[in-house]
């Protein structure tokens, strides 16, 4: 690593005046609970102005889902939608309808998550709002896709897990089903949504037209499946549960030591005889049943067994210490707290802390990715439901009194018109 490189990513500034690379790029958030808000904060770190536009009771993460806190937002809100602005819309409205579609007038990217069919009952589907910004790039998120024998189905990532085959390579054999501890179709479909987003946005910018970006949390956790299906298509055997192991090779895993469990990898024959070197296991060596990678992969059980009888002499950090000075991959198994108070985890600076106006100092999950000529950095914290109306709203020339007409009509929910009355 570079000292640049080091020193910003410690510091996570380099003093740098150059804008953000989505700064100017202007997004609409229609878009509720994780895979989508997640897709939107990602835009929003990288300097678009989000607009989140929220159903008048909000977004369903800010109260019903998540962990409380002391204000109405929970902490799952909260680390979801930094950098963004809020208003409120009641599409249901003529009003509300009226507001968004003055607002996609200039808007490059607009994402939504309804469920597939209901944006056009609304009047609000990519080709009517096409119509009036021929630039916009339309992104629907949703669990199945927009077109298919599932598609109007509810889903989310637990259902996008077990329908994809995540879930049947998920665990143990013969064990019960097993979801992926993290939600790995939510935010892999967030990824990809992002991915299409930007890069329809590109091509908008050399052609002038934008184009509809279907998204799917099914389509998101079956792209992750690379060496599953490798090992179906290429073998003919369906895949199977393999606990921490893996398919392609091995030693490959978790294995235990007197103390506990660590991981470690010796996957190429170079590895592997590091491995048997720093065990004193010319045996293993001398085996033939371990004498390749497909070998190995073949008779893993009784590698694995063989190879923990050694590691029974000794701790987790005796091994994984001389693992390391040997050149051969080897890791603790961290909870969460140990990640991200671990030195590494504070180096990367992979927990941030963001001022709320309510809630004070919130702890937030740091940026994945470091731009070190334009680092990102916290310019909003969550906003506060509808926040951000009267600002908004005078960007695109609303003034206060026909911004009292619209909330009166009930373009921002019953509350709002109520306010206003």
């Not at 995540?166 to 097993?178: E, F, K, L, N, R």
């Not at 060496?227 to 549960?241: F, K, N, S």
């Not at 720093?278 to 001398?286: H, I, K, P, T």
């Not at 059980?301 to 001389?322: G, K, Q, Y």
Request: charged residues 20%.
């Amino acid at each position: 690593m570079t000292a640049f490189a080091e020193s910003t990513a410690s510091t996570g500034s380099t003093g740098s005046t150059r804008p953000l690379p989505l700064k100017g790029v202007r997004v609409l958030d229609i878009t509720q609970v994780m895979a989508g808000p997640y897709a939107c904060m990602l835009l929003a770190d990288l300097g678009a102005d989000v607009v989140k536009i929220e159903p008048p009771e909000g977004d369903q993460t800010r109260g019903a889902m998540g962990f409380k806190m002391k204000g109405p937002d929970s902490m799952g809100f909260l680390n979801m939608n930094r950098n963004k602005r809020s208003v409120t819309l009641d599409l249901k409205s003529e009003a509300g309808k009226e507001v968004l579609r003055r607002m996609v007038k200039d808007a490059d990217i607009l994402l939504e998550n309804y469920r597939p069919g209901a944006m056009k009952r609304l009047g609000m589907d990519y080709e009517t709002l096409s119509a009036i910004n021929p630039a916009l790039v339309y992104v629907s998120i949703s669990g199945f896709g927009q077109s298919g024998p599932w598609s109007e189905r509810p889903g989310f990532d637990l259902m996008a897990q077990a329908m994809s085959g995540v879930m049947s390579v998920t665990g143990y054999a013969d064990g019960p089903p097993v979801k992926a501890g993290v939600p790995v179709a939510d935010i892999g479909c967030a990824l990809f949504a992002v991915y299409g987003a930007l890069s329809a946005y590109i091509g908008a910018k050399a052609t002038g037209r934008g184009q509809y970006v279907d998204a799917s949390l099914f389509d998101s956790a079956l792209a992750f499946s690379i060496w599953d299906t490798c090992e179906y298509w290429g073998t003919g055997r369906e895949p199977t549960p393999l606990g921490t192991s893996n398919r392609m090779s091995a030693p490959y895993q978790a294995v235990k030591a007197s103390d506990g469990y660590f991981v470690m990898g010796a996957t190429n024959q170079k590895l592997w005889t590091k491995l048997c070197t720093l065990l004193e296991r010319s045996d293993l060596l001398a085996e033939e049943r371990f004498g390749s990678v497909a070998l190995r992969l073949a008779n893993r059980e009784e590698l694995i067994e063989s190879l923990e009888r050694s590691f029974a002499a000794d701790t987790t950090e005796h091994w994984i210490d001389r693992m390391l000075a040997a050149g051969i991959p080897a890791g603790p198994i961290l909870t969460y707290p140990q990640a991200f108070n671990s030195e590494h985890g504070q180096h990367r600076k992979m927990r941030i802390e963001i001022e709320h106006p309510i809630e004070g100092s919130v702890p937030n999950i740091g940026f994945a990715v470091k731009l070190l000529g334009t680092p990102q950095e916290v310019r909003h914290p969550p906003p506060l439901l509808g926040q951000h109306i009267d600002e908004v709203m005078a960007e695109y020339g609303i003034g206060a009194t026909e911004l009292r007409a619209l909330a009166e009509a009930g373009a921002f929910g019953e509350k709002r018109a109520k306010a206003n009355a």
